[in-house]
Each structure stands twice: as structure tokens, then as C-alpha cells.
């Protein structure tokens, strides 16, 4: 069992940045692939970045040179968000345990609760 808790979500203008943390409690080994996704009202929920411990992260095209993955001690994950925009507006939402870390979001196994993002112009 895995229970993730994320924070760091607040409102900014356009061009701000914020950075969003996700704690992961209950599972000890490394090697497993952790991910941010996001969910915009009456949208479907996308990846948004993820990784596998080893050093191998991913980016879905909207925010590479925005936004940075990183993590730590295989229990902490951390999303920079920079130059933020009002398209980026959502529920960031952080996951643990899937088949592979580009997945879709049924493919992860533990689910924050979520932490809201909202970007003005």
C-alpha cells in the first residue's frame, strides 16, 4: 500500500511559477514509477511527467522547458513549474505504481488526493 500526499498548489498570474511536492509513504523500493497528471474541468486527465527512480523521466510536449520532474529518496517527488500559463490551470494530481511510467492513468495503482493549479492572465 502506497499513500501519496501532495502540496504546493496556489494561483499565480501567467509567466509565475509554482512547485508542487508529492510525499509517498508505505512502499520501500526504489525502482517504481512515480508521475504528475492533471485535470482540467470537462477535460480528461493527462500525464503531465513522470519517473522511474533511475533517472529516466518523461514530459508530455506541452510543458518540457517549463516544468521539471524531479525526486528524491524514491519517496519524494517534486513538479517546478515555471512560466506558468492559464492552459496549464487544473488539478495536479501525483501517482505511484504502474506497468510502465508513460501510462495511462488507469495504469497507475495509488493516487494522491490532488492539489489545485490555477494560472491567471
Known amino acids: 500500500q502506497v499513500e501519496l500526499v501532495e502540496s504546493g498548489g496556489g494561483s499565480v498570474e501567467s509567466g509565475g511559477s509554482l512547485r508542487l511536492s508529492c510525499a509517498a509513504s508505505?512502499?520501500?523500493?526504489?525502482?517504481?514509477?512515480m508521475g504528475w497528471f492533471r485535470q482540467a474541468p470537462g477535460k480528461e486527465r493527462e500525464g503531465v511527467a513522470s519517473?522511474?527512480?533511475?533517472?529516466?523521466i518523461s514530459y508530455t510536449e506541452s510543458v518540457k522547458g517549463r516544468f521539471t520532474i524531479s525526486r528524491y529518496n524514491a519517496k519524494s517527488l517534486l513538479l517546478q513549474m515555471n512560466n506558468l500559463e492559464p492552459e496549464d490551470t487544473a488539478m495536479y494530481y501525483c501517482?505511484?505504481?504502474?506497468?510502465?511510467?508513460?501510462?495511462?492513468?488507469?495504469?497507475?495503482?495509488?493516487w494522491g488526493q490532488g492539489t489545485q493549479v490555477t494560472v491567471s492572465s
Open positions: 508505505g512502499y520501500t523500493s526504489r525502482g517504481y514509477c
Open positions: 501517482a505511484a505504481v504502474a506497468p510502465q511510467c508513460i501510462a495511462r492513468p488507469d495504469e497507475y495503482k495509488y
Open positions: 519517473s522511474d527512480g533511475y533517472g529516466r
